[in-house]
């Protein structure tokens, strides 16, 4: 069966102003900084925004009647991995992600579960041996189902800490199966509600034993994917541990968890824990930890999670200055896990919206790659920090001033002089090389 019998393969066609389903800026053998742009950006799709969401909403139900879910159980199962492929080979993205509910129905027990796993893995390993698309990561969803309503290694129930740990054990032999290059590890009910009824610390101590546990299985079996947590805030929990990239960070140097993960950040992420996704990836870069990227946006006027595809170029480009700062992502990607619109509910809307976020990321990489190679920001900031590369500049940052001698050095002084940060010159350059690349 053909699930998308409107849409052919994708391919890049250069600018144009008509609206085809074809890139107008991703072209995947293109060099820019010397690897193309398929090695620079690795997107990935995500298995259940894009096949198994249905456009529900807290005020409506489903309006993404899709042909695959005419089937139910395992048979729905595997019409996703049929349509999943056709959309990969039609798309032309090099990797994937899911967890492990998105692809396989869970059963009355985890046994049962593991049972619909290996029917649906076996069935998407075959159909990866005449594809060229890869598992990006996997992961375990232990937040959708109602025994985590406390949490899942952060419960205070023994047994769900248990069920937890087999539920990761199995996510992390699928893993090793697929050749996945990344596991993730997504807190998504790791919080609390309430300090009236919380021992943190017993949580925050079993999460770690939790890492641990998983580090040394990993070992066990010889899977040698990168670690990654996902940081986010408020949703659904109201106190996340996994807050921001600050808060993760500290909490994996404080369990000498730190040289096994790194992180997986999502720009809706940034926007809900008051940050922007370029500053979360500062934070992570900055401590060596910087690992994959969720590509989305979220509506600034809403206060939750919406998923929408990445659009923004100035999100972006900013992004992927940041990432070729870094030296790119190394085994990392960027996932769309993003959702179509619920008025968007056609199956070519999902080529349409990667198509859109795959031609904004290549726009951004280009626009990010002249803004380094002009070193436009990079003298700006050496200049505005040159006091620090001689005399007392020089002796601070070399760890030669203390309180006494910096008071003796200015106790005297007159006049202290600053310069001017240009923030609004600085934008409008931005402005220009966004506006001149896009013309091209």
């Known amino acids: 069966m053909t699930y998308f019998p409107n849409v052919s393969n994708i391919h890049y066609k250069g600018r144009q102003l008509k609206n085809e389903l074809a890139f107008n800026y991703y072209n995947p053998e293109e060099v820019v900084a010397g690897k193309t742009m398929k090695e620079h950006l690795r997107f990935a799709v995500a298995w259940w925004h894009t096949f198994t969401e249905e456009g529900n909403d807290p005020f409506g139900v489903a309006t993404k009647l899709r042909p695959w879910n005419r089937h139910q159980g395992l048979d729905a199962a595997k019409a996703r991995v049929e349509a999943a492929f056709e959309f990969f080979e039609k798309l032309g993205n090099p990797f994937f992600c899911f967890h492990d509910v998105d692809i396989a129905p869970e059963g009355d027990t985890l046994r049962e579960s593991n049972k619909n796993l290996d029917v649906i893995v076996a069935m998407i390993r075959d159909y990866m041996k005449t594809s060229n698309v890869k598992l990006l990561w996997n992961t375990a969803n232990m937040f959708t189902n109602p025994r985590f309503v406390h949490g899942a290694a952060s419960s205070c129930n023994a ?10 054990k199995k996510g992390l032999e699928v893993g090793k199966e697929l050749g996945a290059e990344n596991y993730v590890f997504w807190g998504g009910r790791e919080g609390y509600e309430s300090l009236l009824n919380t021992d943190m610390k017993l949580e925050q101590d079993n999460i770690a034993r939790f890492f641990h546990m998983a580090v040394d299985y990993a070992k066990e079996i010889g899977f040698d994917a990168q670690f990654l947590i996902e940081p986010k805030p408020k949703e659904p929990t109201k106190h996340q541990y996994d807050f ?59 206060g939750w999670d919406t998923d929408e595809f990445p659009t923004d170029l100035y999100s972006t480009t900013l992004t992927m200055y940041e990432v070729l700062k870094n030296g790119g992502l190394g085994r990392g990607g960027l996932n769309f896990d993003s959702k179509t619109r619920r008025s968007s509910f056609d199956e070519t809307d999902l080529f349409y919206a990667h198509i859109a976020g795959m031609d904004s990321y290549a726009l951004g990489l280009k626009v990010a790659n002249r803004l380094i190679e002009d070193r436009v920001f990079d003298d700006f900031i050496e200049n505005r920090y040159s006091s620090f590369k001689e005399g007392i500049g020089a002796d601070i940052v070399a760890g030669k001033a203390d309180f006494t001698s910096l008071e003796s050095y200015i106790i005297d002084k007159k006049d202290i002089t600053n310069q001017s940060g240009r923030l609004e010159m600085l934008k409008n350059t931005l402005n220009h090389y966004l506006l001149e690349e896009a013309g091209k």
């Open 159 to 168: 047994d769900v800490f248990a069920y937890a740990a087999a539920q990761v």
């Open 244 to 302: 921001d990239a600050a808060t993760t960070i500290a909490f994996l140097k404080s369990y000498d968890l730190d040289s096994y993960f790194k992180l997986n950040l999502e720009a809706n992420h940034a926007t809900l824990a008051g940050h922007t996704f370029e500053h979360e990836i500062r934070v992570a870069r900055t401590h060596g930890l910087l690992g994959s990227l969720d590509a989305n946006q979220g509506d600034m006027l809403l």
